[in-house]
């Protein structure tokens, strides 16, 4: 019974850490051209994160360099700053993902 009861309380477990990671937010970034950059907001299951808050935040001082929303398709395009910078984007207070630039391909 012991057996049983431990095996059930291991499967709700694993069911419920699934469920949470099936909604973590996510942000790709891509250059466009040397100076633009386009980063899309997502979702793990596929949802867009739209009108979600970016800022760019330069990486040596943590001073925010811009800030806007994700447009209805979940993109934010920009020039890039001179400073190595930090592309964070913002869901909620608990849903927050970023990139560096040194990522941005």
Known sequence: MRKLLSLSAGIVAL???SA???HT???QCKK???ADIVCRGLFTDGEVARAMTIQLIDEETEK???TGKTDAEGKYAFKA???VY???IQASKAEVASLSSEDIW
Do not use: F
Request: net charge negative; charged share 5%; glycine share 4%.
């Open 32 to 34: 466009t051209t040397s």
């Open 15 to 17: 069911m419920l850490s």
């Open 81 to 83: 700053p001179g400073a």
């Open 64 to 66: 925010v360099i811009a």
């Open 25 to 27: 937010l996510q942000v």
């Open 86 to 88: 930090s592309v964070v």
């Open 20 to 22: 949470v990671d099936a």
